[in-house]
């Protein structure tokens, strides 16, 4: 079957802005081909070698970062602010990662009648697919580390987001980082990544997208006991306990929930909010809501982009029952998919709204008495990426963190993610961890060498 184009759409006015190759299972299996001979030699480039050709990389990308952040802007409808962080975590990535290329070494230990020492080899050849979201991050931290251990990376971008990752693969190509090494592969999920998922020579699949498409992956990789990483789908909780600084408190919920349009895995879609402040709290959340700014996000002052698609609108205006709506925000008109922030309460926790992934900008709010119910709540989720809490008492800050299972929380802050600390999920959340120091180790085999002396 010879591939075709597909249509790039800009979900900000609906403009076609490109058009992107679609491959075929049999053009992604010969990629898949020149990555495992790219690999072989990949893997024993010298390690100060290695690492300073993703220095390279990430300076390369540090300097065409506003290039970068425009392109993402026009394809995912991301605001400006937010496509230039984007941008410069894939070059903090690849920085960090090349410092752990030369510190990636095994262990001796000690045994009787001999020598023990154990070696860190690459894995082999994998794949990266990732979704529409974050596109140009996402990817980052599944390749930074990867090519950091010695492997080489087959990368499928989302179909409707290819565009920074096709401009990725040039600069790593620009960089120096060799022919093969790093490929993009553009196409749908079903054809690229599916074929990915089942060719023999990729090691490792590391996967961000929903959970039902996470757990298809996770069983057709057990036929070949292929290595996974999941990052899947999210509900967190924001806790606001009647002891938080109610004005900061109340000004950064919206952002935790409607930035990039509540599609992000750790939107805190579920707000918590103790009885004895509910009135207080609500007055000034209502008012920051009706503050945040929707607009053509390539303006520096947008706080808040379209939704991806047509069809995703769809999906999350399914879920809102406008007899629930407290309140809402504003939007523009279109052209463009564009939906306001909308505040949904008095739904018990049986409500889809309550226990689904909208991946809009829509929160609910859920009242609680104390410490016990606000944990029990929160935990009231088949899901456990992120979280926050928020208080004056650090001992029961932390006491409710240590309670909240979900792998990422914060405390008087929305923050999630640091390059520099781990990032995953418990739960259908996901399997595995990104980021942080540790993560070049689960791009690696353990060998362990015994001589007898
Ligand atoms: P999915 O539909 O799961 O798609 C994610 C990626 O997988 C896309 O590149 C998609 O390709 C591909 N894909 C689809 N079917 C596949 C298959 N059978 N085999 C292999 N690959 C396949 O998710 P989405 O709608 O793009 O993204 C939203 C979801 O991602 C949400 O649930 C969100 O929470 C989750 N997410 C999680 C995180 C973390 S870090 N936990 C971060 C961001 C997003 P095509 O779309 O091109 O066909």
Not at 370 to 375: G, K, N, S, V
Request: hydrophobic share 40%; aromatic share 8%.
């Amino acid at each position: 079957m010879s591939s075709s184009l597909f249509d790039v759409v800009n979900p900000s006015n609906e403009s076609q802005i490109s058009q992107v190759v679609r491959n075929t299972p049999e053009q992604t299996s010969r990629a898949i081909e020149r990555s495992t001979s790219a690999f072989a030699s990949w893997k024993l480039v010298p390690p100060s070698q290695r690492a300073a050709l993703l220095r390279n990389f990430s300076e390369t990308v540090r300097s065409h970062v506003k290039e970068l952040a425009d392109i993402e802007v026009a394809n995912s409808g991301h605001t400006i602010s937010n496509a230039i962080w984007e941008a410069n975590n894939v070059a903090d990535v690849l920085a960090y990662y090349s410092g752990s290329v030369e510190r990636l070494g095994g262990r001796e230990i000690p045994v009787a009648q001999g020598i023990d020492i154990t070696f860190k080899e690459p894995i082999g050849p994998v794949g990266i697919i990732v979704p529409w979201n974050f596109p140009m991050p996402i990817a980052s931290w599944g390749f930074g580390p990867a090519l950091a251990a010695g492997c080489t990376v087959v990368l499928k971008p989302a179909e409707v987001t290819p565009l920074t990752a096709i401009r990725l693969g040039e600069l790593a190509l620009e960089a120096g980082i060799p022919e093969d090494v790093f490929q993009v592969v553009t196409g749908s999920g079903s054809d690229v990544g599916e074929t990915m998922v089942l060719d023999r020579a990729i090691r490792k699949i590391v996967f961000t997208g929903s959970s039902a498409v996470g757990s298809r992956i996770q069983r057709l990789a057990a036929d070949q006991i292929k290595r996974v990483t999941l990052e899947l789908g999210g509900k967190s909780a924001n806790i606001i306990f009647d002891d938080a600084d109610l004005d900061k408190a109340a000004a950064s919920a919206p952002s935790s929930v409607f930035d990039n349009a509540g599609q992000d895995c750790c939107a805190r879609s579920r707000l918590l909010v103790q009885e004895s402040i509910y009135d207080k709290f609500m007055e000034r959340f209502e008012e920051a809501v009706k503050g945040v700014r929707v607009e053509d996000p390539s303006l520096e002052t947008s706080q808040m982009g379209p939704l991806i698609t047509a069809s995703h609108r769809e999906s999350v205006r399914s879920y809102v029952d406008e007899s629930l709506v407290l309140f809402k925000g504003s939007a523009p008109e279109g052209p463009g998919f564009w939906y306001p922030p909308t505040v949904i309460g008095g739904i018990d926790p049986s409500h889809r709204l309550f226990r689904e992934e909208i991946f809009g900008p829509v929160v609910t709010v859920t009242k609680f008495k104390d410490e016990q119910e606000a944990i029990a709540l929160a935990n009231d989720s088949d899901y456990g990426l992120s979280g926050s809490i928020w208080t004056s008492n650090l001992g029961r800050g932390l006491r409710v963190a240590r309670g909240v299972q979900s792998g990422n929380l914060s405390v008087n802050s929305h923050s999630s993610v640091r390059y520099s600390t781990p990032f995953g999920g418990y739960k259908m959340s996901g399997l595995g961890r990104e980021l942080g120091p540790d993560a070049p180790d689960s791009f690696c085999e353990v060998k362990n060498v015994f001589i007898s002396t």
